[in-house]
Protein backbone atom coordinates (compact mmCIF):
# COMPACT_ATOMS: atom_id res chain seq x y z
CA UNK A 1 0.00 0.00 0.00
CA UNK A 2 1.55 3.20 -1.09
CA UNK A 3 1.36 6.23 1.00
CA UNK A 4 0.64 9.49 0.21
CA UNK A 5 3.32 11.90 -0.09
CA UNK A 6 3.94 14.74 1.79
CA UNK A 7 3.72 18.20 1.14
CA UNK A 8 5.89 21.00 2.10
CA UNK A 9 5.02 24.10 0.44
CA UNK A 10 1.99 26.30 0.43
CA UNK A 11 1.11 27.09 -2.89
CA UNK A 12 -2.02 26.96 -4.87
CA UNK A 13 -1.96 22.95 -4.43
CA UNK A 14 -2.94 23.88 -0.97
CA UNK A 15 -6.48 22.60 -1.24
CA UNK A 16 -5.03 19.38 -3.25
CA UNK A 17 -3.35 16.53 -2.22
CA UNK A 18 -0.69 14.37 -4.04
CA UNK A 19 -1.77 10.82 -5.02
CA UNK A 20 0.02 8.99 -7.27
CA UNK A 21 -2.51 6.34 -7.70
CA UNK A 22 -4.96 8.92 -8.71
CA UNK A 23 -2.03 9.68 -11.04
CA UNK A 24 -0.62 13.17 -9.27
CA UNK A 25 -2.68 15.84 -7.83
CA UNK A 26 -5.78 15.61 -7.48
CA UNK A 27 -8.50 17.97 -5.29
CA UNK A 28 -8.98 16.97 -1.98
CA UNK A 29 -12.08 15.37 -0.55
CA UNK A 30 -14.87 17.69 0.59
CA UNK A 31 -14.29 17.18 4.17
CA UNK A 32 -10.41 18.36 3.45
CA UNK A 33 -11.94 21.42 2.06
CA UNK A 34 -14.50 22.52 4.63
CA UNK A 35 -11.29 21.77 7.00
CA UNK A 36 -9.06 24.39 5.29
CA UNK A 37 -12.29 27.11 4.87
CA UNK A 38 -12.87 26.24 8.95
CA UNK A 39 -9.21 26.74 9.87
CA UNK A 40 -9.01 30.01 7.36
CA UNK A 41 -12.38 31.55 9.38
CA UNK A 42 -10.65 30.79 12.72
CA UNK A 43 -7.32 32.53 12.03
CA UNK A 44 -9.98 35.78 10.63
CA UNK A 45 -11.60 35.37 14.46
CA UNK A 46 -8.45 35.21 15.88
CA UNK A 47 -7.13 37.94 13.89
CA UNK A 48 -9.94 40.03 14.79
CA UNK A 49 -9.78 39.28 18.52
CA UNK A 50 -6.57 40.18 18.88
CA UNK A 51 -7.28 43.45 17.03
CA UNK A 52 -10.49 43.97 19.19
CA UNK A 53 -7.60 43.38 22.61
CA UNK A 54 -5.45 45.51 21.46
CA UNK A 55 -8.03 48.30 20.82
CA UNK A 56 -9.31 47.37 24.72
CA UNK A 57 -5.73 47.61 25.82
CA UNK A 58 -5.73 51.11 24.39
CA UNK A 59 -8.92 52.65 25.98
CA UNK A 60 -7.97 51.34 28.72
CA UNK A 61 -4.48 52.74 28.98
CA UNK A 62 -6.12 56.06 27.75
CA UNK A 63 -8.92 55.52 30.90
CA UNK A 64 -5.77 55.37 33.01
CA UNK A 65 -4.32 58.68 31.76
CA UNK A 66 -7.51 60.62 32.23
CA UNK A 67 -8.14 59.52 35.66
CA UNK A 68 -4.66 60.42 36.47
CA UNK A 69 -5.12 63.51 34.78
CA UNK A 70 -8.01 64.43 36.43
CA UNK A 71 -6.54 63.70 39.78
CA UNK A 72 -3.45 66.12 39.12
CA UNK A 73 -6.18 68.88 37.17
CA UNK A 74 -7.78 69.29 41.15
CA UNK A 75 -5.97 72.73 41.40
CA UNK A 76 -3.30 71.63 43.66
CA UNK A 77 -0.19 72.35 44.13
CA UNK A 78 0.98 68.99 45.07
CA UNK A 79 -0.93 65.93 45.25
CA UNK A 80 -1.97 64.53 48.88
CA UNK A 81 -0.96 61.13 49.16
CA UNK A 82 -4.60 59.64 49.25
CA UNK A 83 -5.13 60.77 45.80
CA UNK A 84 -2.20 58.44 44.81
CA UNK A 85 -3.62 55.88 46.00
CA UNK A 86 -7.14 56.39 45.05
CA UNK A 87 -5.51 56.53 41.62
CA UNK A 88 -3.80 53.18 42.54
CA UNK A 89 -6.94 51.40 43.67
CA UNK A 90 -8.67 52.20 39.85
CA UNK A 91 -5.58 51.25 38.00
CA UNK A 92 -6.06 48.00 40.45
CA UNK A 93 -9.36 47.62 40.08
CA UNK A 94 -8.97 47.72 35.92
CA UNK A 95 -6.38 44.95 36.41
CA UNK A 96 -8.61 42.80 38.55
CA UNK A 97 -11.20 42.42 34.70
CA UNK A 98 -7.97 41.80 33.07
CA UNK A 99 -7.15 39.01 35.56
CA UNK A 100 -10.36 37.08 35.18
CA UNK A 101 -10.76 37.97 31.61
CA UNK A 102 -7.21 36.02 31.15
CA UNK A 103 -8.66 32.64 32.96
CA UNK A 104 -12.25 32.72 32.36
CA UNK A 105 -14.35 31.45 29.79
CA UNK A 106 -16.53 32.83 27.02
CA UNK A 107 -13.58 34.73 25.52
CA UNK A 108 -13.95 38.40 26.08
CA UNK A 109 -16.33 37.96 28.71
CA UNK A 110 -15.94 38.45 32.58
CA UNK A 111 -18.03 37.11 35.50
CA UNK A 112 -18.94 40.69 37.63
CA UNK A 113 -19.58 38.29 40.79
CA UNK A 114 -15.85 37.08 41.39
CA UNK A 115 -14.95 40.46 40.16
CA UNK A 116 -16.84 42.21 43.06
CA UNK A 117 -16.00 39.40 45.30
CA UNK A 118 -12.06 40.03 44.99
CA UNK A 119 -12.98 43.90 45.03
CA UNK A 120 -14.27 43.72 47.70
CA UNK A 121 -11.77 42.16 49.81
CA UNK A 122 -8.51 44.16 48.27
CA UNK A 123 -10.64 47.42 49.22
CA UNK A 124 -11.42 45.84 52.66
CA UNK A 125 -7.74 45.37 53.07
CA UNK A 126 -6.90 48.54 51.54
CA UNK A 127 -9.04 50.74 53.67
CA UNK A 128 -9.20 49.19 57.20
CA UNK A 129 -7.84 51.44 60.00
CA UNK A 130 -6.15 49.66 62.94
CA UNK A 131 -8.78 47.93 65.57
CA UNK A 132 -11.76 48.64 63.14
CA UNK A 133 -12.82 45.62 61.06
CA UNK A 134 -14.36 46.14 57.78
CA UNK A 135 -17.49 44.11 57.20
CA UNK A 136 -18.18 43.52 53.47
CA UNK A 137 -21.00 41.15 52.63
CA UNK A 138 -20.77 40.37 48.26
CA UNK A 139 -24.64 39.00 47.00
CA UNK A 140 -24.26 38.33 43.83
CA UNK A 141 -24.96 34.75 41.26
CA UNK A 142 -22.82 34.46 38.51
CA UNK A 143 -22.99 37.63 36.04
CA UNK A 144 -21.21 37.54 32.75
CA UNK A 145 -20.85 40.47 31.19
CA UNK A 146 -18.38 41.89 27.97
CA UNK A 147 -15.31 43.56 28.95
CA UNK A 148 -16.08 47.48 28.67
CA UNK A 149 -19.10 46.84 30.65
CA UNK A 150 -17.40 44.68 33.47
CA UNK A 151 -14.45 47.49 33.33
CA UNK A 152 -17.03 50.28 33.93
CA UNK A 153 -18.76 49.03 36.78
CA UNK A 154 -15.80 47.81 38.31
CA UNK A 155 -14.60 51.42 38.16
CA UNK A 156 -18.23 52.41 39.48
CA UNK A 157 -18.00 49.16 42.15
CA UNK A 158 -14.72 50.57 43.11
CA UNK A 159 -15.52 53.85 44.03
CA UNK A 160 -18.66 53.09 46.06
CA UNK A 161 -17.58 50.77 48.25
CA UNK A 162 -14.46 52.83 48.94
CA UNK A 163 -16.86 55.60 49.98
CA UNK A 164 -19.00 53.26 52.08
CA UNK A 165 -15.82 52.11 53.85
CA UNK A 166 -14.83 55.65 54.75
CA UNK A 167 -18.17 56.59 56.09
CA UNK A 168 -18.79 53.73 57.94
CA UNK A 169 -15.49 53.80 60.06
CA UNK A 170 -15.31 57.67 60.12
CA UNK A 171 -18.96 57.92 61.65
CA UNK A 172 -19.72 54.59 63.39
CA UNK A 173 -17.15 51.62 62.91
CA UNK A 174 -18.13 48.40 61.87
CA UNK A 175 -19.33 46.27 64.33
CA UNK A 176 -19.83 43.18 63.34
CA UNK A 177 -22.35 41.38 60.17
CA UNK A 178 -25.17 43.44 61.27
CA UNK A 179 -23.30 46.77 60.00
CA UNK A 180 -21.93 45.33 57.14
CA UNK A 181 -21.32 46.64 54.02
CA UNK A 182 -23.91 45.25 51.41
CA UNK A 183 -22.71 44.93 48.05
CA UNK A 184 -25.41 43.81 45.56
CA UNK A 185 -26.04 42.85 41.85
CA UNK A 186 -28.82 41.29 40.52
CA UNK A 187 -31.10 40.81 37.77
CA UNK A 188 -34.37 42.51 37.49
CA UNK A 189 -37.16 42.64 34.90
CA UNK A 190 -37.06 44.13 31.50
CA UNK A 191 -33.44 42.68 30.76
CA UNK A 192 -31.93 44.94 33.03
CA UNK A 193 -29.38 44.98 36.33
CA UNK A 194 -28.84 46.36 39.38
CA UNK A 195 -25.94 47.14 41.84
CA UNK A 196 -26.64 47.77 44.87
CA UNK A 197 -24.14 49.49 48.10
CA UNK A 198 -25.48 49.62 51.01
CA UNK A 199 -23.54 51.13 54.06
CA UNK A 200 -24.10 52.22 57.74
CA UNK A 201 -22.55 55.92 57.56
CA UNK A 202 -24.27 58.81 57.97
CA UNK A 203 -25.75 58.83 54.78
CA UNK A 204 -26.84 61.31 52.21
CA UNK A 205 -28.32 64.91 53.00
CA UNK A 206 -31.52 66.12 51.16
CA UNK A 207 -31.27 66.80 47.34
CA UNK A 208 -27.93 65.34 47.44
CA UNK A 209 -26.17 64.97 43.62
CA UNK A 210 -22.93 63.52 42.48
CA UNK A 211 -22.20 66.73 40.79
CA UNK A 212 -22.71 69.55 44.03
CA UNK A 213 -19.99 68.82 46.31
CA UNK A 214 -16.71 68.61 43.91
CA UNK A 215 -16.36 64.82 44.59
CA UNK A 216 -14.49 64.12 41.45
CA UNK A 217 -15.20 60.25 42.60
CA UNK A 218 -18.63 60.32 42.72
CA UNK A 219 -18.30 62.82 39.33
CA UNK A 220 -16.55 60.27 37.72
CA UNK A 221 -19.36 57.35 38.59
CA UNK A 222 -22.11 59.39 37.44
CA UNK A 223 -20.04 59.42 33.99
CA UNK A 224 -19.71 55.82 33.64
CA UNK A 225 -23.10 55.07 35.18
CA UNK A 226 -25.35 57.76 32.12
CA UNK A 227 -22.22 57.18 29.35
CA UNK A 228 -20.65 54.14 29.26
CA UNK A 229 -23.81 51.73 31.13
CA UNK A 230 -26.84 53.70 29.73
CA UNK A 231 -28.11 53.83 33.34
CA UNK A 232 -29.48 55.87 35.80
CA UNK A 233 -27.71 56.69 39.95
CA UNK A 234 -29.76 57.14 43.15
CA UNK A 235 -28.69 58.12 46.23
CA UNK A 236 -30.85 57.24 49.36
CA UNK A 237 -30.39 56.79 53.10
CA UNK A 238 -31.42 53.90 54.83
CA UNK A 239 -34.20 53.83 57.57
CA UNK A 240 -34.85 52.24 60.96
CA UNK A 241 -37.50 51.43 62.39
CA UNK A 242 -38.00 54.82 64.18
CA UNK A 243 -37.37 56.52 60.74
CA UNK A 244 -34.26 57.56 61.70
CA UNK A 245 -31.24 57.66 59.07
CA UNK A 246 -29.67 54.12 59.76
CA UNK A 247 -26.86 54.53 56.25
CA UNK A 248 -26.50 55.33 52.96
CA UNK A 249 -27.51 53.60 49.43
CA UNK A 250 -26.81 53.74 46.46
CA UNK A 251 -28.20 52.22 43.55
CA UNK A 252 -27.08 51.98 39.50
CA UNK A 253 -29.84 50.75 37.52
CA UNK A 254 -28.85 49.55 33.82
CA UNK A 255 -29.67 47.34 30.48
CA UNK A 256 -28.27 44.09 30.48
CA UNK A 257 -25.68 44.25 27.74
CA UNK A 258 -25.86 41.19 24.94
CA UNK A 259 -22.21 39.11 24.81
CA UNK A 260 -20.77 38.79 21.43
CA UNK A 261 -21.52 35.58 19.82
CA UNK B 1 12.06 80.88 39.43
CA UNK B 2 9.73 78.63 38.95
CA UNK B 3 11.22 74.97 37.84
CA UNK B 4 9.24 74.93 34.72
CA UNK B 5 10.54 77.63 32.68
CA UNK B 6 7.69 77.81 30.10
CA UNK B 7 5.05 78.70 32.82
CA UNK B 8 6.15 81.65 33.38
CA UNK B 9 6.68 82.83 30.46
CA UNK B 10 3.16 85.22 29.13
CA UNK B 11 0.58 84.21 27.42
CA UNK B 12 0.79 87.99 25.41
CA UNK B 13 4.98 87.05 24.06
CA UNK B 14 5.20 83.78 22.38
CA UNK B 15 8.39 82.45 22.25
CA UNK B 16 10.38 82.61 18.99
CA UNK B 17 9.97 78.72 19.23
CA UNK B 18 6.56 78.67 18.57
CA UNK B 19 4.62 77.84 15.66
CA UNK B 20 1.70 80.53 14.63
CA UNK B 21 -0.96 78.35 15.59
CA UNK B 22 0.55 77.90 19.47
CA UNK B 23 -0.75 81.56 19.45
CA UNK B 24 -4.31 80.92 19.00
CA UNK B 25 -6.83 81.30 21.42
CA UNK B 26 -9.39 78.83 21.31
CA UNK B 27 -11.48 80.20 24.23
CA UNK B 28 -15.04 81.01 24.07
CA UNK B 29 -14.80 78.12 21.01
CA UNK B 30 -18.52 76.05 20.94
CA UNK B 31 -17.52 72.25 21.34
CA UNK B 32 -19.37 69.08 20.62
CA UNK B 33 -17.87 66.10 22.04
CA UNK B 34 -18.93 62.49 20.51
CA UNK B 35 -17.14 59.99 22.67
CA UNK B 36 -18.58 56.92 23.96
CA UNK B 37 -15.97 56.24 26.99
CA UNK B 38 -17.31 58.15 30.29
CA UNK B 39 -13.65 58.61 31.43
CA UNK B 40 -12.33 60.42 28.47
CA UNK B 41 -15.93 62.37 27.66
CA UNK B 42 -15.44 63.69 31.53
CA UNK B 43 -11.92 64.48 31.06
CA UNK B 44 -12.29 66.49 27.83
CA UNK B 45 -14.97 68.31 28.89
CA UNK B 46 -12.94 69.42 32.38
CA UNK B 47 -9.84 69.96 29.93
CA UNK B 48 -11.37 71.84 27.32
CA UNK B 49 -13.85 73.51 29.88
CA UNK B 50 -10.28 74.82 31.76
CA UNK B 51 -9.27 76.11 28.81
CA UNK B 52 -11.81 78.55 28.39
CA UNK B 53 -14.21 76.67 25.81
CA UNK B 54 -17.76 75.88 25.37
CA UNK B 55 -19.34 72.22 25.88
CA UNK B 56 -22.77 72.61 23.82
CA UNK B 57 -23.00 69.13 23.71
CA UNK B 58 -21.81 65.54 24.25
CA UNK B 59 -23.16 62.44 22.68
CA UNK B 60 -22.01 58.74 23.20
CA UNK B 61 -22.96 57.35 19.70
CA UNK B 62 -22.55 58.92 16.28
CA UNK B 63 -26.70 59.45 15.08
CA UNK B 64 -27.22 61.28 18.35
CA UNK B 65 -23.76 63.35 17.67
CA UNK B 66 -25.33 64.19 14.00
CA UNK B 67 -28.15 65.23 16.02
CA UNK B 68 -26.57 67.34 18.26
CA UNK B 69 -23.82 68.67 16.04
CA UNK B 70 -26.22 69.77 13.42
CA UNK B 71 -28.83 71.12 15.84
CA UNK B 72 -25.88 73.47 17.67
CA UNK B 73 -23.44 73.90 14.54
CA UNK B 74 -20.39 73.92 17.28
CA UNK B 75 -16.83 75.46 15.72
CA UNK B 76 -15.54 72.73 16.66
CA UNK B 77 -16.04 68.83 16.84
CA UNK B 78 -14.59 66.13 18.56
CA UNK B 79 -15.31 62.92 17.35
CA UNK B 80 -14.47 59.50 18.08
CA UNK B 81 -14.68 56.75 15.39
CA UNK B 82 -15.04 53.35 17.24
CA UNK B 83 -19.13 54.42 18.52
CA UNK B 84 -22.59 52.33 18.94
CA UNK B 85 -25.37 52.98 16.88
CA UNK B 86 -23.39 55.18 14.14
CA UNK B 87 -19.86 55.28 13.55
CA UNK B 88 -18.14 58.38 13.82
CA UNK B 89 -16.87 58.06 10.04
CA UNK B 90 -20.11 58.16 9.44
CA UNK B 91 -21.14 60.81 11.21
CA UNK B 92 -18.63 63.14 10.05
CA UNK B 93 -20.21 62.15 6.51
CA UNK B 94 -23.40 63.40 7.36
CA UNK B 95 -22.39 66.06 8.96
CA UNK B 96 -20.36 67.71 6.38
CA UNK B 97 -22.79 67.00 3.93
CA UNK B 98 -25.34 69.51 6.16
CA UNK B 99 -22.10 72.06 6.71
CA UNK B 100 -17.97 72.58 7.62
CA UNK B 101 -17.02 72.77 11.22
CA UNK B 102 -13.40 72.09 12.47
CA UNK B 103 -13.89 68.42 13.09
CA UNK B 104 -11.24 66.47 14.79
CA UNK B 105 -11.28 62.87 15.07
CA UNK B 106 -10.38 61.42 18.47
CA UNK B 107 -9.65 57.67 17.98
CA UNK B 108 -7.43 54.61 19.32
CA UNK B 109 -6.96 53.12 15.49
CA UNK B 110 -3.79 54.86 14.63
CA UNK B 111 -4.23 52.70 11.28
CA UNK B 112 -3.46 54.88 7.86
CA UNK B 113 -6.17 54.16 6.11
CA UNK B 114 -8.18 55.53 8.65
CA UNK B 115 -6.45 58.49 8.88
CA UNK B 116 -6.46 58.99 4.99
CA UNK B 117 -10.35 58.49 5.25
CA UNK B 118 -10.85 61.26 7.70
CA UNK B 119 -8.72 63.43 5.61
CA UNK B 120 -10.74 62.60 2.82
CA UNK B 121 -13.65 62.84 4.63
CA UNK B 122 -12.66 67.04 5.54
CA UNK B 123 -11.20 66.16 9.37
CA UNK B 124 -9.05 69.12 9.95
CA UNK B 125 -7.25 67.09 12.59
CA UNK B 126 -6.69 63.31 13.46
CA UNK B 127 -5.60 62.45 17.21
CA UNK B 128 -4.40 59.19 18.30
CA UNK B 129 -5.52 57.89 21.98
CA UNK B 130 -3.99 58.19 24.79
CA UNK B 131 -4.69 61.83 24.72
CA UNK B 132 -3.00 64.34 27.35
CA UNK B 133 -4.26 67.67 27.89
CA UNK B 134 -0.82 69.26 26.87
CA UNK B 135 -0.70 67.16 23.65
CA UNK B 136 -4.52 67.70 23.22
CA UNK B 137 -4.70 71.67 23.36
CA UNK B 138 -1.94 72.39 21.30
CA UNK B 139 -3.36 69.79 18.07
CA UNK B 140 -6.83 71.74 18.51
CA UNK B 141 -4.79 74.82 17.87
CA UNK B 142 -3.05 73.54 15.05
CA UNK B 143 -6.33 72.09 13.61
CA UNK B 144 -8.36 75.43 14.06
CA UNK B 145 -5.55 76.99 12.52
CA UNK B 146 -5.68 74.63 9.76
CA UNK B 147 -9.56 74.86 9.26
CA UNK B 148 -9.90 78.34 9.40
CA UNK B 149 -6.80 78.85 6.37
CA UNK B 150 -8.78 76.19 3.91
CA UNK B 151 -12.03 77.41 5.21
Not at chain 1, 158 to 174: C, F, P, V
Not at chain 2, 98 to 127: F, M, N, R, W
Not at chain 2, 141 to 147: G, H, K, P, V
Request: hydrophobic share 35%; with cysteine; glycine share 8%.
Amino acid sequence: MKKKQKRFSHTARDIEEYEPSRGGWTPREEPRCQGFAERKRAEAQLTQAIREVHHRVKNNLQAVSALLEMQIDTGQEYLPVESVRNSLRQIKAIALVHDLLAHDRPIGAVDVAQVLSRLAGLLAANLRMPGRPVALCVEAEPTWMPTQTATSLTLIANELISNAIKHSMKERGTRGRHDAIIIRLCRQEGERMLLCVEDRGPGFPAGFHPGMHGHLGLELVHSLVTIDLHGRITFANVLDRDGECAGGRVQVCFPEQPLSP
Amino acid sequence: MPEDGSRSASPNSPSPHETPSETISLAGKRVVICEDEGILQMQLQRALTRAGLKIVGTANNGQTGVDIVLRERPDIVLMDIRMPIMDGLEASRRIFAVYSPCLVVLTAYADEHYQQQAKELGASGYIIKPVTTDTLLPQLREAWSSCRSEG
